[in-house]
């Protein structure tokens, strides 16, 4: 069993920054896919970006080069950096984890969520 709680949600501005962070209990963390999705309202969840245990990382093509996921695995953490935001980004974003080493985008496929954090970018 793997519990997430994600933090670092807020309000910026349109071209701001903020980072997320996602931690998870368990020693197994190493061992997980960690991803972050986003969802806002009436649109269907999405995966944003995501990292293996062997480190190769998944993008959205909608944050590519804007946004920066990494792991820290002694302290149990995965990060979103967003960089440049867009009014658009303003959803909820939720941490994801699953065993494993295939990325996959299917919302359902992922066993382990986190209960989101709000990120809204003003205009």
């Known amino acids: 069993q793997v519990q997430l709680v994600e933090s670092g949600g807020g309000l910026v501005q349109a071209g701001g920054s903020l980072r997320l962070s996602c931690a998870a209990s368990g020693r197994t963390f190493s061992s997980y896919i960690m991803g972050w999705f986003r969802q806002s309202p009436g649109k269907e969840r999405e995966l944003v970006a995501a990292i293996t245990p062997d480190g190769r990382i998944y993008y959205a093509d909608s944050v590519k080069g804007r946004f920066a996921i990494s792991r820290d695995n002694p302290k149990n953490t995965v990060y979103l950096q967003m960089n440049s935001l867009k009014p658009e980004d303003t959803a909820v974003f939720y941490c994801?984890?699953?065993?494993?080493?295939?990325?996959?985008?299917?919302?359902?496929?992922?066993?382990?969520w986190g209960r989101g954090t709000q990120v809204t970018v003003s205009s």
């Open positions: 994801a984890a699953e065993p494993g080493m295939i990325v996959r985008t299917t919302p359902s496929l992922w066993d382990y």
